[in-house]
Each structure stands twice: as C-alpha cells, then as structure tokens.
C-alpha cells in the first residue's frame, strides 16, 4: 500500500505544471540585468547576480563558485560588447553548459539589441580599455532597459512555455510602467541639457547622451588606464578656463583622481549609483533612476 502511495504521489508531482515544480534559473552578470530578470519573471525564476555595484565588471575572476552557478543555468544575461571578456568565456567554458552556449536561446547579452555608441576598429593596447563593439554601458538609457526586455520575455517563454502569458504579462506591467517613467525622467531633466560634466571613465556614455550633457573632460588619460598627475594637472588647467558643473564617477572607480580635481577647481565631485546597490536607495532599476537623477539634480541645479 505504501509503495503505491509514493507511485501516485510521484505521477502527480510529474504531471503538475512546470511553474509549480522548477523555475528558470537565471546567471545575471551583472545586477542591472538581474532586476530586470526579476520584473519580467516574477516568482517564476531564480536569479543570480555575478558582480555588484563596487566591482569593476571588467575585472571579475572565474572562481569555481561562479562556475558551479554557471553550470546550473539555463540562461546567461549580460552586457556584452565585451564588458565580460575576461572572464565569462571561462566560465561558459569551464561550465560545459550546452544551455548557456553563445548563439543558443540561453545567452542573452543586451548590446546586441540596443543602438550602441563608440563601435571601432581600434583593439590594440595602446589605445586603452577599447571595446570594439563599443561602448557597453548601455543599461545607462532606460529606452535600451525597453529594447532588453523585449528580447528577455521572447527568451523565457521560449525556455519555459508553460508560463509564456504569465512573462508576457509581467513584461506588460513593466512596460507599462517603465514607459510612464521615463517620461516622467525626461520632464523633470529638461533643465541638464547642455550642462557641462567631467567624468573619471566612459561609464556613463549613454546617460549622458540620453540628458544630454555635454562631457568636457575624462580623468582617464586612455579608457581603463589610471589617471596620471601629468593628465590631471592638464584637466586642471581644461577645467579652470572651461568648468564642469560636476565630476562623476561610479562606486567601483577609485575617488583619488576626481576628489584631487575637485580640491583644486572647487567643482562637486560626485559619485553615482552606476548600477543596483550603488548606494542603499537603489534596490532595483525604478529606484536606480530615481536616486541617479535626484543627485544629479542636487549637483546641476543652477538655484
């Protein structure tokens, strides 16, 4: 009697629907991406963050954890444009998983379905940290957050069909909202267009594009390469006779550079959340912009 008992009970957990027994287990590399996964998928997948807001994503190791994590996924997102270069190829790699192969249904990396800035042909050393792909800090433009989430919700109801009208009806609630936000964004940042900034590295590109502000200085002297006092003190003298309103920087960026400049012009040097978790008020990508906009505002109000 037992024995038939655990016969029907295992039948009836085999023939329950797939969004009761397991969910799509998501590797995000960055956390961006992984509040987006949570918007479009709700309770129906598990997501992992690979990076947080103070790590540089360029400079991530392949540890065996992220590998394991890798391993178990059926979806990879990221940014791409090479932003993960050293270190994701290994792990999807290491990983062997056929699920995550790039060019598969479960590889998903945002550059490839947004317009992308500073595509070039240049990849040697001496230029910097070059990406040619191009810039891929593309999160920056909520209207790119837009084109992701088209792509993401096609992708989770292609690996989990069972729950196709449940994502397609998650991604019409944030749409919805997002769109209605945005709006509301560009209302209210009117008054930043044309306001000029200086900013440690190119992480804020599509930011700046979208506000439309106008960058007259970048403490790197070459993309990824450390400010040298040679560079700094000829910003010094850039930024004297041509003021910035404010110097960004991003939380994983080293503040040296930009407080040094600051002391000296009088300028705010300013550090923005970058990403989710770039400071305790952006726990997902609605407050992401809120908290981003609210200093920016602080730093450019001209009352």
Not at 16 to 35: G, H, Q
Not at 175 to 197: G, L, M, Q
Not at 228 to 256: E, Q
């Amino acid at each position: 009697m037992f024995k038939k008992l655990l016969i029907v009970i295992s039948i009836a957990l085999y023939s329950l629907p797939a969004s009761t027994t397991a969910k799509v287990r998501i590797f995000a590399c960055e956390p961006e991406w992984a509040s987006l996964c949570i918007e479009i998928g709700g309770d129906r997948i598990n997501v992992y963050s690979a990076t947080t807001a103070n790590q540089d994503p360029h400079y991530i190791r392949a540890k065996p954890g992220l590998i394991a994590k890798m391993r178990k996924s059926d979806l990879v997102i990221g940014s791409g444009a090479s932003l993960e270069a050293g270190w994701l190829p290994i792990l999807l790699r290491k990983s062997g998983n056929p699920k995550t192969s790039p060019g598969g249904i479960g590889y998903l990396m945002a550059s490839d379905y947004v317009p992308i800035f500073g595509r070039t042909s240049k990849a040697d050393r001496s230029h910097g940290d070059i990406h040619p792909e191009g810039n891929p800090h593309v999160h920056l433009d909520p209207n790119n957050i837009s084109l992701v989430a088209d792509e993401l919700v096609k992708r989770l109801a292609l690996i989990e069909p069972e729950n196709q009208l449940y994502f397609q009806k998650q991604h019409k609630i944030f749409s919805e909202r997002w769109r209605a936000e945005i709006a509301r964004w560009e209302k209210f940042t009117e008054k930043f267009r044309d306001k000029p900034v200086a900013v440690h590295h190119t992480s804020f590109t599509y930011l700046e594009n979208w506000l439309g502000l106008r960058r007259i200085a970048t403490l790197e002297p070459k993309p990824g390469l450390p400010p040298t006092t040679s560079h700094l003190k000829s910003l010094l003298k850039t930024l004297r006779g041509n003021p910035a309103r404010v110097i960004l920087r991003a939380p994983y960026t080293r503040d040296k550079g930009s407080i040094w400049l600051s002391d000296k012009t009088g300028i705010p040097a300013l550090e923005l959340p970058y990403t989710i978790g770039g400071d305790h008020h952006c726990s997902d990508l609605f407050t992401l912009y809120d908290r981003t906009l609210e200093l920016l505002s602080e730093a450019l109000d001209d009352e």
